[in-house]
């Protein structure tokens, strides 16, 4: 069993409440648009960090963390980029790759907008954690956190703070 703490778009940020939000989580992910390598560093080096740059990220970031990172997480294959789109309107590449790799699990950042749903047609969940840092339209900064327990994907919780 896995406790994953999820973020995106922290663009340079830490919030302090992250801390303290995945202080039980095992490992924690980020979508993209770290900002720089040393936010990266410091996530990494409160938890193991998976992550994947965005279109912000620097040359830094993008020699150290890929575009795309398919892997399994106990019995789930997990898809997470940045910019993918959500069910019905994939990025064409996207698409191709999910129909390829057949995750059980699809992460994307980039819209700054909190979206859990449920894939029927590929039969996937797509996280898109929303906006962890302070750049953007958005009104509220959303971490998720979740288990993933063998094949199942449980416990998903939203933690919000206002900017």
């Known amino acids: 069993m896995k406790r994953i703490g999820l973020i995106s778009d922290t663009h340079t940020f830490i919030h302090p409440g992250l801390f303290n939000s995945f202080k039980e989580c095992d490992e924690i992910w980020h979508a993209g648009d770290i900002g720089n390598i040393e936010t990266a560093d410091n996530l990494a080096a409160f938890k193991p960090l998976r992550a994947v740059y965005g279109n912000i990220d620097s ?85 998720v956190r979740f288990t993933i327990d063998g094949k199942q994907i449980k416990d998903l919780e939203i933690v919000e703070f206002q900017r």
């Open 59 to 143: 040359h830094q970031v993008r020699v150290v963390y890929p575009e795309f990172q398919i892997f399994r997480c106990e019995g789930v294959k997990v898809l997470m980029t940045h910019i993918g789109g959500y069910p019905g309107r994939y990025q064409p590449l996207i698409r191709n790759l999910i129909v390829k790799e057949k995750p059980g699990l699809f992460i994307s950042g980039h819209s700054h907008i909190l979206k859990v749903i449920y894939d029927n047609k590929y039969q996937l969940l797509h996280i898109n954690p929303g906006a962890a840092g302070k750049s953007g339209l958005h009104q509220v900064i959303t971490f």
